[in-house]
């Protein structure tokens, strides 16, 4: 049995702060990829879901929430991948959007259900509404069309590169 040193909430916090590793700027917390934190006898049961099947980055995720963990002495764990209900914008906050927006990706408004596939986009850089949809997203869930009315692409952002010795 475990004992409850941590409580859910006490794991939440913890696990909030863990940055999504495609968007730094915002925490799994924040992009809804965080859903659950459960304590059973047999220790804490982390409930993760990845933004669309195959996401490389829940490899990252887990490595992260298991260091938080382990950091803090909150063991035995194990970490849950959900696909069900699947995960979609919905479930981004609205602290997420906002910073989405100020690093340069115009995040979906509205229900992801309901929400037309030619609704405009304003721009995270100038707030135009005259935008257009283009192809290849990098970011499959985030709309990323470029501004007529600042002129670039909202995924034009400053791009760290890496230096040998980090490669």
Known sequence: MVANRYTKADIMKMLSAIPDPEIPVVTIEEMGILRDVEITDNGYNVLISPTYTGCPAMGLIDAEIKMTLKAHGAEPFTVTIVIQPVWTTDMLTERAREKMRRYGIAPPAGRAATTSVHAPVSCPRCGSDNTV???????????????HGGGRGFESRPVRKKSFTEM
């Open 133 to 147: 949809m283009v192809r290849g997203s990098v970011v499959q869930s985030v709309r990323m069309p470029p501004c």
